[in-house]
Nanobody, 121 residues
Framework: QVQLVESGGGLVQPGGSLRLSCVASGSIFSIDTMGWYRQAPGKQRELVARISSDATTNDPDSVKGRFTISRDNAKNTVYLQMNNLKPEDTAVYYC???????????????WGQGTQVTVSS
């Protein structure tokens, strides 16, 4: 079994910054793509950014130049640095990881429990 635990959410004023972290633990052989998604009230979950095991990143235009995703493979951790936050960034942010199990060597998709980010003055 694998667990993803996010941290770093909170309340911030427009223009401010936050850094989210997500640590994966459990029966892990390796981790392929890791990513961050968000879901605002009444909206579908959407991709924020993702990063492959070789550090190739992918993020939508809505966050380009403001958000940066990175990972530390030795710590099974993915980060999301969010700068110049806007009220429309308010959402629950979820960590996602494609994990290859240590015993099964099968790839499974895991989600964290989510962390609230609120951008408001």
């Amino acid at each position: 079994q694998v667990q993803l635990v996010e941290s770093g959410g909170g309340l911030v004023q427009p223009g401010g910054s936050l850094r989210l972290s997500c640590v994966a633990s459990g029966s892990i052989f390796s981790i392929d793509t890791m990513g961050w998604y968000r879901q605002a009230p009444g909206k579908q979950r959407e991709l924020v950014a993702r990063i492959s095991s070789d550090a190739t990143t992918n993020d939508p235009d809505s966050v380009k130049g403001r958000f940066t995703i990175s990972r530390d493979n030795a710590k099974n951790t993915v980060y999301l640095q969010m700068n110049n936050l806007k009220p429309e960034d308010t959402a629950v942010y979820y960590c996602n990881a494609q994990v290859i199990g240590r015993i099964s060597r099968v790839r499974y998709n895991y989600w964290g429990q989510g962390t609230q980010v609120t951008v408001s003055s």
